[in-house]
């Protein structure tokens, strides 16, 4: 196990509505990146957080929104949910060290199902 | 852009048979490479990673190496066992995503090992 939780494990909202997904980085790391994975598909980059404050951002529209906290555990909102957006949402945590990026321990998931 | 492409699965093979999945990639600079593994309901682990030309990853029996001349990264495995039945995801650490170690992902390949 990497150590990367997150919660819920398993979600089901209405279209329309909103929904906040919760990430517990690895111990050590200081930032988190938020991937969504439709079914059968390979994972899409949503965005990172480093810093508290958004670092890169995938070609997702700006329902996504996220915050990074202090103790750089992180949050993802989506506004106006579609159906579309019913995925699995993996969190990704990684450490940041003078510039150099390492590489990504992902959480296990938080199933979103969207009806 | 940048992009990964993996053979199309499923992969149907017998035990202690040979493994080969293959990984191209397309990339403007010097990308790292990596291939993550996810079992049946659960999120992804990294299984090896190389991170220059001619570089080999190896982990659990799998390795890959590095082809910067035939941008590949094939992943394989001597002798394939039942609890390596699993999806098998080739990635690109996005060399130009600046320093946010942004991971491309393939669409993954389903490999079942039957006994």
């Known amino acids: 196990e990497t150590g990367v939780t997150q919660s819920p494990t398993h979600l089901i909202k209405t279209r329309g509505q909103q929904v906040t997904l919760r990430c517990s980085s690895q ?89 | 852009g940048d992009s990964v492409t993996q053979m199309e699965g499923p992969v149907t093979l017998s035990e202690e048979a040979f493994l080969t999945i293959n990984c191209t990639y397309t990339a403007t600079g010097y990308p790292s490479l990596f291939w993550y593994v996810q079992y049946p309901g659960e999120g992804l682990q990294l299984l090896l990673k190389a991170t220059k030309a001619d570089d080999k990853g190896s982990n659990k029996g799998f390795e890959a190496t590095y082809r910067k001349e035939t941008t590949s990264f094939h992943l394989e495995k001597g002798s394939v066992q039942v609890s390596d039945s699993a999806v098998y995801f080739c990635a690109l650490s996005d060399p130009g995503s600046g320093n946010t170690g942004k991971l491309i992902f393939g669409q993954g390949t389903t490999l079942q090992v039957k006994p």
């Open chain 1, 27 to 115: 111990s050590g790391h200081n930032t988190v990146s938020w991937y969504q994975q439709a079914l059968g598909q390979g994972p899409q980059f949503i965005f990172q957080y480093y810093r508290e404050e958004e670092n890169g951002r995938g070609n997702f529209p700006p329902r996504f929104s996220g915050l990074q906290f202090p103790n750089y555990s992180s949050e993802l909102n989506v506004n106006a949910l579609e159906l579309d957006d019913s995925a699995l949402y993996l969190c990704a945590s990684s450490k940041r060290d003078r510039g150099r990026s390492y590489e990504q321990y992902f959480g296990p998931g938080t199933r979103l199902t969207v009806t």
